[in-house]
């Protein structure tokens, strides 16, 4: 067997492995080769599990899901005496799963690449806890079953809770911490009730076994309230967001884009529990209904809390609340047009807008909030009222906010557009309220970033802000890496609708395949 088939066959696990491991020698490493030698290290091995998470997608795209089992060939090689239930870590891969590892696996090596000029105390520690972050991003995102789900889930937030509080001289980022804490124990929790409930109920914790016993009944039901809550509160959706802007306003600015991205894995979890477990539970539709309605208010909750805004930070991460109600319309359009195991074709690109939207909401947001922490760099300062005339000093930055703005608008050609159109449309042909409502939002989206561009970049600048710090170009180039990609995305959505929205929806739809694959390394 040849190396690259080596890489392939095992590469579900190596995309998993090779960062967790990596986090914990990061340590050692950082005294015996310094700081330069090891931030390159760190970027290296992202590098490297990109290139397997692409890799694994085409074989994904091409030859349909995969699966991986680490453990016995055979179930009952790990099979305890007493027990129905083999117990091994599966994976289980299918279009949706490695649209979101590419996700992961491309904002963890912005972020990395970004964090080269970081001077905090104990930088071996932040970049351990970058690397737990995604490898608990990737492993929620491949698990086959609930219980690793759980677990992927603790890991993901245990590490995003320290990235939080990372600077504990600062009393906000306590703060934050402590509220990301409590919101990620509540849903872990909520989490570990439900798997509880199910395991109890089928004696499965397998997803495709699970699928494929489920009756619906109440104790279904209560573990599905449950699941939505626990996903919707870790995503940061109205009424359950008030973490999130100081999360995102305390977290050190080079990873927040590994916050949001955290964010956004548990809509993942959302997408996969409610159409591969309960797509055939005629009760999904009024589920459907409730997360629209919660999409509709976090989008104007979003827009309307972003305007009396002055630290800069504070108001991105309430338009980050917004933008997750755009998702969150999309996926409750299609699970409202679900019907048995078929959503109708507005459904479907409803979906596909809203996946779409998970990949654009993590890099025009993640962009924003590097631009912010470029500002605050340069300046000292995040208050937008102790900023003006940046555009004269910050030419380049200045350049990158403008794009940031125009793709968090959804304004054309930038990706936001795409896939905000997308839900636009298929949302009207649902309720034409909805669609109105969204471009609402986006209008008011876009005048809360044109008046914070007016009031920080334009105009005489400011006679305190005359001296300012060089920016690192590595900074520059991670922002650059990053708008690249929105303009790419925004040039040619089709490629990226075609080749990787659709196939995701359609896996999360005709989601046999899934449920056939998980059944058979579940040993069933």
């Known amino acids: 067997m040849s190396a690259i088939e080596s890489l392939r066959l095992h590469s579900p696990a190596l995309i998993i492995a090779i960062p967790l491991l990596t986090a914990f020698i990061i340590p050692l490493l950082s005294k015996i080769i310094g700081p330069k030698a090891r931030n390159g290290f760190v970027v290296a091995v992202l590098t490297g599990v990109l290139a397997l998470v692409l890799l694994l997608a085409h074989d994904v795209i091409t030859g349909g899901t995969r699966t991986y089992v680490l453990g016995g060939s055979t179930p009952l090689l790990t099979l305890p005496s007493g027990y129905q239930v083999p117990v091994r870590i599966m994976f289980v891969i299918d279009a949706m799963g490695v649209f979101m590892g590419i996700m992961c696996g491309v904002i963890a090596l912005v972020a990395a690449i970004y964090s080269c000029m970081e001077t905090y105390e104990g930088l071996y520690k932040?970049?351990?806890?970058?690397?737990?972050?995604?490898?608990?991003?990737?492993?929620?995102?491949?698990?086959?079953?609930?219980?690793?789900?759980?677990?992927?889930?603790?890991?993901l937030s245990i590490a995003s809770c320290g990235l939080v509080a990372f600077k504990i001289d600062s009393p906000m980022s306590m703060e934050g911490g402590f509220k990301?804490?409590?919101i990620s124990d509540i849903g872990g929790l909520s989490l570990l009730v439900m798997i509880g409930l199910l395991y109890g109920q089928y004696d499965a914790l397998n997803i495709g076994m699970l699928a494929n016993r489920m009756d619906y009944g109440m104790i279904d039901i209560i573990?599905?309230?449950?699941?939505?809550?626990?996903?919707?509160?870790?995503?940061?959706?109205?009424?359950?967001?008030?973490?999130?802007?100081?999360a995102y306003g305390e977290t050190p600015s080079s990873v927040t884009i590994m916050i949001v991205g955290a964010s956004l894995s548990s809509l993942y979890a959302l997408f996969r529990i409610c159409f591969t477990l309960y797509g055939g539970f005629i009760g999904i539709n009024v589920?459907?209904?409730?997360?629209?309605?919660?999409?509709?208010?976090?989008?104007?909750?979003?827009?309307?809390?972003?305007?009396?805004?002055?630290?800069?930070?504070?108001?991105?991460?309430?338009a980050a609340v917004a933008e997750i109600g755009f998702i969150l319309l999309g996926l409750g359009a299609g699970l409202a047009s679900l019907s048995g195991n078929s959503v109708d074709a507005y459904g479907?690109?409803?979906?596909?807008?809203?996946?779409?939207?998970?990949?654009n909401d993590a890099l025009d947001i993640g962009l924003l909030f590097f631009v912010a922490a470029v500002v605050s760099?340069?300046?000292?300062?995040r208050n937008l009222n102790n900023l003006c005339g940046l555009g004269r000093k910050m030419k380049y930055t200045t350049f990158l906010f403008i794009i940031g703005l125009a793709a968090v608008a959804g304004l054309p050609p930038m990706n936001g557009f795409a896939s905000k159109f997308l839900i636009y449309e298929s949302v009207f042909h649902l309720n034409p309220i909805l669609a109105i409502i969204g471009i609402l939002g986006s209008i008011m989206m876009l005048a809360i970033f044109v008046k914070a561009f007016s009031g920080?970049?334009?105009?005489?600048?400011?006679p305190e802000l005359e001296t300012y710090k060089k920016v690192p170009r590595s900074m520059l180039f991670a922002m650059s890496i990053v708008v690249a990609i929105i303009v790419f995305f925004g040039l040619f959505p089709d490629l990226i609708v075609d080749n990787l929205a659709h196939p995701a929806a359609q896996a999360l739809v005709n989601h046999s395949e899934y449920i056939s694959h998980a059944i058979r390394i579940g040993g069933v």
């Not at 599905?224 to 626990?230: E, R």
């Not at 479907?348 to 990949?359: D, L, N, P, R, T």
């Not at 920080?456 to 400011?462: D, Y």
Request: charged letters at 10%; hydrophobic letters at 60%.
């Open 456 to 462: 920080a970049f334009l105009g005489p600048p400011v």
């Open 180 to 182: 990301y804490m409590v």
């Open 223 to 246: 573990a599905l309230g449950l699941i939505v809550t626990a996903l919707l509160m870790k995503s940061g959706s109205v009424p359950m967001h008030m973490w999130t802007p100081d």
């Open 287 to 318: 589920a459907g209904w409730i997360i629209v309605i919660l999409a509709l208010i976090s989008i104007l909750v979003g827009v309307t809390m972003a305007i009396p805004q002055t630290d800069f930070k504070r108001l991105i991460g309430y």
């Open 126 to 155: 932040f970049y351990t806890l970058l690397l737990l972050v995604t490898t608990g991003i990737f492993g929620l995102v491949f698990t086959g079953d609930l219980f690793n789900l759980f677990v992927f889930f603790e890991i």
């Open 377 to 381: 760099y340069a300046t000292g300062q």
């Open 348 to 359: 479907i690109k409803a979906m596909e807008g809203s996946i779409f939207h998970i990949f």
